[in-house]
């Protein structure tokens, strides 16, 4: 089974602290994407990486970083959290789209509650 | 850049009813296309998927969803529902050349009714 981890289920941070999130998968995607859920809004991508070192921004990118120094591993950063980016935050990885193998598989979230 | 609209924010519909979700989406380049659903306090998980070849595309739990190229649309379709189908329904595209990000709509909550 294909496995996307993230390190919290729930996290409440203070306004202005720098906040990390962390996601790990298991299947030797390429792609990883961040993306925040929030109701009557969807799913917005916050960055993507398509290899180690290598990102795109996505439709919202302004607060956040990103790091992947390992293929398994794209981390999250609030550089200082606000109120407004309370939020559900969703990783999610696939392989690059050729042919069949395309699917995205997605993390539980993290609900970061930033008080 | 490419987006998807989901032109309906919630469906309510009854029990044992058909029901169809509607999703457009806009790309100068061949596109990927997804329906997710995720149900209450759970993560995504894929429904069905549109690659190539047949515009009729059948996937898990009885839905199913048709491309249509000139129309850009990729609409989800089910005869009949069931209570259990309660959940939010989310369309969405990805480019298969470079760049090749995921983008998703605004989603469409299905509540169906006894």
């Known amino acids: 089974d294909v496995k996307v981890t993230q390190s919290s289920r729930y996290l409440v941070k203070r306004t202005g602290e720098k906040v990390f999130l962390e996601c790990v998968q298991d299947?030797?995607?390429?792609?990883m994407f961040w993306y925040r859920q929030d109701p009557g809004l969807g799913l917005r991508l916050i960055y993507f990486?398509?290899?180690?070192?290598?990102?795109e921004k996505g439709d919202i990118p302004e607060g956040y970083s990103v790091s992947r120094e390992k293929k398994e591993r794209f981390s999250l950063i609030l550089e200082s959290a606000s109120t407004n980016q309370t939020s559900m935050y969703l990783c999610?990885?696939?392989?690059?789209?050729?042919?069949?193998?395309?699917?995205?598989?997605f993390g539980q979230g993290t609900r970061l509650t930033v008080v | 850049a490419q987006s998807v609209t989901q032109l309906d924010s919630q469906v309510p519909v009854f029990e044992e009813a058909p029901v169809e979700l509607r999703c457009n989406y806009s790309?100068?380049?061949?596109?990927?296309l997804f329906w997710y659903v995720q149900y209450p306090n759970q993560g995504l998980q894929l429904l069905l998927k549109?690659?190539?070849?047949?515009?009729l595309v059948k996937g898990i739990n009885g839905f199913e969803a048709e491309f249509n190229k000139s129309q850009t649309s990729f609409h989800l379709r089910k005869p009949s529902v069931h209570i259990s189908d309660t959940a939010e329904y989310f369309c969405?595209?990805?480019?298969?050349?470079?760049?090749?990000?995921?983008?998703f709509g605004g989603g469409t909550r299905l509540m169906v009714k006894p």
């Open positions: 999610a990885s696939s392989h690059l789209p050729t042919g069949m193998n395309t699917e995205a598989f």
């Open positions: 969405a595209a990805q480019r298969g050349n470079a760049g090749n990000m995921l983008t």
């Open positions: 299947m030797d995607h390429e792609n």
């Open positions: 990486s398509y290899d180690v070192k290598m990102k």
């Open positions: 549109y690659l190539s070849g047949s515009t």
């Open positions: 790309s100068s380049v061949s596109v990927y």
